[in-house]
């Protein structure tokens, strides 16, 4: 899976992409996270993108900074992609579309951000599975406005944090949710 993430227009919550992050955890689907639009982003909103790639590198993500507009890293995510079927997700309006069109040489529609809303406009409506020319498949998705973990049992949860599922063995109480428990 390919997560793409963005600080801003529009703005992506660490909650949602954590949520993301848990449900592929639950399907043993190792996960890429692509910080995108980064040519947008002022000295200060690049310093905090770069303190949460450091972050969720640390975890054992792996991470890569785009800009699409730039060519920055699109080759970068060509070789993450090639000879794998990947799937692409993230909000409306982070840029999927576009990095499918940039890696692949396709020209799917993509749209402006809503100035109104700083939102996107929802123009992929339904997912298709493309060939990628260099080897493998990517499945470009709708966006997605609110992620839950519905089927996830809540003392289960903490097994998908990976940087939790680490330090757990050494829990000293036993079905820990790592939320009240003192110390």
Do not use: W
Request: glycine fraction near 6%.
């Amino acid at each position: 899976a390919v997560f793409v993430f963005t600080m801003h227009h529009p703005e992506t919550t660490t909650v949602f992409l954590d949520r993301f992050l848990v449900s592929a955890e639950s399907y043993s689907i190792p996960t890429v996270i692509i910080f995108n639009k980064i040519d947008i982003y002022k000295p200060e909103e690049f310093d905090q993108v770069s303190e949460l790639m450091a972050t969720y590198a640390e975890i054992g993500y792996k991470v890569l900074d785009v800009s699409v507009t730039k060519n920055h890293n699109i080759d970068a995510v060509r070789e993450i992609l090639k000879d794998k079927v990947s799937l692409i997700s993230g909000q409306s309006g982070v840029g999927k579309t576009s990095i499918v069109n940039a890696v692949s040489g396709l020209n799917l529609k993509t749209a402006s951000i809503s100035e109104s809303h700083d939102s996107g406009k929802h123009t992929t409506s339904f997912a298709q599975m493309l060939p990628l020319d260099f080897g493998g498949y990517i499945i470009d998705t709708p966006g997605v406005r609110a992620f839950g973990l519905v089927e996830l049992e809540r003392n289960c949860i903490s097994h998908y944090f990976p940087e939790i599922f680490k330090t757990a063995e050494n829990c000293r109480f036993y079905n820990c949710t790592h939320t009240n428990e003192p110390g």
